[in-house]
């Protein structure tokens, strides 16, 4: 038996995170790790830190009501407000919040961990952050007591524009180098409506068609995955696959617990 505590869309949530992976063999934490905007807590976040808490609720109404070209307009507003206008300044200026905020997750990440990246993650910075005992997997598999343990982050293309969303292809070629495994974890969840319409935002976030295809085809005992925050079904079965959402850390705060049997035969 090997027991895996798993956290997804931790989401600035550093307090939580530290001994997180208490009474567990394995800790994996499956991405999201920045906080941009906190959509319980406008007050919170890199938006809020940058431009104050009045913008960010703003901010996070446009974009709720999908009105993607008015949040863009609004944050050009922001920036020049703040006399920032030249587009490298405004980089600059975000990546230090980023920075800081990477340095509080991954003090606070445990270790040993396996990780992957989230949507809202930018894989180039956790280079400078991570830790001796975090090992970054993506588009991998690594051996668990001998059990095979596949791993692939990041999203899909999306109008939010997140940091890290893939095209469906180099997506499907990431879920494609994995082989059969037993245990898969990603970011997002598989292609399918239970799993990816959200019930408080009232829409749907990305699932992969690939990862669905792959489930089906290769069917591994547990799927986990995180990214939708409150969905309309935590779990669900797909053929012999059980698949899983770890649910939102940010709000949760506590990890998903898996226990899986090393003796029981793969498939
Ligand atoms: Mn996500």
């Given amino acids: 038996m090997v027991v895996f505590t798993v956290v997804s869309d931790v989401h600035g949530e550093a307090e939580a995170l530290r001994g997180a992976d208490a009474g567990g063999d394995v800790f994996v934490c499956l991405g999201d790790l920045i906080l941009y905007l906190d959509y319980d807590d406008p007050g919170h976040g890199i938006y809020a830190d940058l431009f104050g808490e009045a913008h960010a609720r703003a901010y996070i109404e446009a974009r709720t009501d999908g009105r993607f070209e008015d949040a863009r307009e609004l944050s050009a507003a922001a920036w020049a407000a703040r006399g920032i206008i030249d587009p490298l300044d405004?980089?600059?200026a975000m990546e230090s919040h980023i920075r800081r905020q990477y340095a509080q997750m991954f003090a606070a990440m445990p270790q040993p961990a396996l990780m992957t990246y989230g949507n809202v993650d930018l894989p180039p910075m956790w280079e400078d952050f991570r830790q001796p005992g975090h090992r970054i997997v993506d588009a991998e598999v690594v051996?668990?007591?001998?059990?095979?343990?596949g791993f692939v982050g990041g999203g899909l293309v999306s109008p939010m524009r997140t940091p890290y969303e893939l095209d469906l292809d180099a997506y499907a070629e990431k879920v494609?180098?994995?082989?059969?495994?037993?245990?898969?974890?990603?970011?997002i969840p598989p292609r399918r409506a239970e799993l990816t319409y959200d019930v408080v935002a009232r829409r749907f976030e990305s699932g992969s068609q690939a990862l669905l295809d792959y489930v089906e085809e290769h069917q591994p005992r547990y799927h986990l995955?995180?990214?939708?925050?409150?969905?309309?079904?935590?779990?669900?079965r797909i053929g012999r696959t059980e698949c899983i959402n770890v649910g939102h850390f940010n709000a949760r705060k506590?990890?998903?617990?898996l226990s899986v049997d090393t003796k029981e035969p793969r498939g």
């Fill in 176 to 187: 494609a180098a994995l082989g059969p495994v037993d245990v898969l974890f990603t970011h």
């Fill in 254 to 257: 506590v990890p998903y617990v």
């Fill in 143 to 149: 051996e668990v007591h001998g059990l095979r343990v």
């Fill in 90 to 92: 405004r980089r600059a």
């Fill in 225 to 236: 995955f995180g990214h939708v925050h409150q969905p309309l079904q935590r779990r669900m």
